[in-house]
T-cell receptor, first 113, second 110 residues
Framework: NAGVTQTPKFQVLKTGQSMTLQCAQD?????MYWYRQDPGMGLRLIYY???????DKGEVPNGYNVSRLNKREFSLRLESAAPSQTSVYFC????????????FGPGTRLLVL | QKEVEQNSGPLSVPEGAIASLNCTYS??????FFWYRQYSGKSPELIMS????GDKEDGRFTAQLNKASQYVSLLIRDSQPSDSATYLC??????????FGTGTRLKVLA
């Protein structure tokens, strides 16, 4: 039982490049989330998926897109990376949205040059 | 803009002492509250959840919730150097969302 897994662990991009961050959970959770964490800013919600087949914007969605591929997988795509997207990205899941404990993946450290 | 506020610290306590971490939230509709511990370079891990007014104890940890004052706290008894980390307070907001504070850095001095 791996919990929440994320790939890659580290990534360096040049401005304008694109990439997809992958997230998978094996806890049969319905809800999944993408956050970014910056120094002094705390965790900020980018997008969430309350259940399979639905996605919604969070606090800072600009420059990102998401896909809930199935119940297990939720990916985050940067179409044209910018230096302001340098951050640590965490995926999380919970059994039900907005009430239950969230479980976090190990994070992806992204540097955009 | 719904907010969760925490003192950034660092809060320094000697080994064996009680560490008291505090958090206030702005959304009166928040129903569920969580304390996460985050070691440097690692992901947040759940310490406690609390849903109703009063105290909830789990080992050396006690969470306290006062919805009238919109206040959540975490007490760590017999603090150990291994408790040194950043503690994140989170509150649910609306139907689907969680709002996180910026965290309090705790340093337990041996």
């Amino acid at each position: 039982n791996a919990g929440v897994t994320q790939t890659p662990k580290f990534q360096v991009l040049k401005t304008g490049q694109s990439m997809t961050l992958q997230c998978a959970q094996d806890m049969n959770h319905n809800s999944m989330y993408w956050y970014r964490q910056d120094p002094g800013m705390g965790l900020r919600l980018i997008y969430y998926s309350a259940s399979e087949g639905t996605t919604d914007k969070g606090e800072v969605p600009n420059g990102y897109n998401v896909s809930r591929l199935n119940k297990r997988e939720f990916s985050l795509r940067l179409e044209s990376a910018a230096p302001s997207q340098t951050s640590v990205y965490f995926c999380a899941s919970s059994e039900r949205p907005g009430q239950e404990t969230q479980y976090f993946g190990p994070g992806t450290r992204l540097l955009v040059l | 803009q719904k907010e969760v506020e925490q003192n950034s610290g660092p809060l320094s306590v000697p080994e064996g002492a009680i560490a008291s971490l505090n958090c206030t939230y702005s959304d009166r509709g928040s129903q569920s509250f969580f304390w996460y511990r985050q070691y440097s370079g690692k992901s947040p891990e759940l310490i406690m959840s609390i849903y109703s007014n009063g105290d909830k104890e789990d080992g050396r940890f006690t969470a306290q919730l006062n919805k009238a004052s919109q206040y959540v706290s975490l007490l760590i008894r017999d603090s150990q150097p291994s408790d040194s980390a950043t503690y994140l307070c989170a509150a649910t907001s609306g139907t689907y969302k969680y709002i996180f504070g910026t965290g309090t850095r705790l340093k337990v001095l041996a």
